[in-house]
């Protein structure tokens, strides 16, 4: 049996700067991301918490330009949409929010929840399957933490269309799309959210 490590005071202020720091990014440069540094991240992953030790998350990489365009185009459509729910100074204001960072993020995941995985024998979601996404998202607040230690940003990109998603990326049907991640340097950071610095919401 291991001996489990103490995490004093000091660490637990550093965790909580760690939680303030940690902000959905729009704005990356376009430097790049050393691939091992992803290779990391992803690993790490794997520590994350999953219904019966599931482990139902499918980290794609998007790397093609014509895949990358069709989020692209996806995402136009859907915010092209919710523009029009709003009126007035509300939807001069969302005009102005930068809400993506599709075409500047160097790396880009597709996560997925796999339906139809048979790790973990179906324990603890015989009467809650959604235990399942819930695993998922868990583990991309894990990466999303560890991507913040290792000074990289990270955005969730939900103003897309699921099912044009998975077949631009040509996902299994057994796959549902849970996050649309945009990863990689920081142009600026701040711990307030951003919704909160161009008005649209507030603390």
Sequence with gaps: MSTPPVFDAAFAAQFTELLRWRRDVRRFRRDPVPDELIEGLIA????????????????M???????????????????????????????????????????????????????GTDRGHGLGRQTMPEMLDYSVVAAITQFWLAARVAGLGVGWVSILEPAEICAALEAPPAWKLIAYLCIGWAEDECDTPELIREGWDTA
């Excluded at 994350?48 to 030790?53: I, K, L, N, Y």
């Excluded at 996806?74 to 523009?83: G, K, Q």
Aim: aromatic share 10%.
């Design 44 to 59: 790490q992953t794997q520590l994350s918490p999953s219904v019966g030790h599931s482990q139902p998350w499918r980290w």
């Design 61 to 115: 990489a998007v790397d093609d330009p014509r895949q990358r365009e069709a989020v692209q185009a996806s995402f136009s459509r859907c915010n092209a949409e919710a523009l029009s729910a709003y009126e007035g100074e509300r939807a001069a204001l969302y005009a102005r929010l930068k809400l993506e960072g599709l075409r500047e993020a160097p790396v880009q995941f597709a996560v997925f929840c796999d339906h």
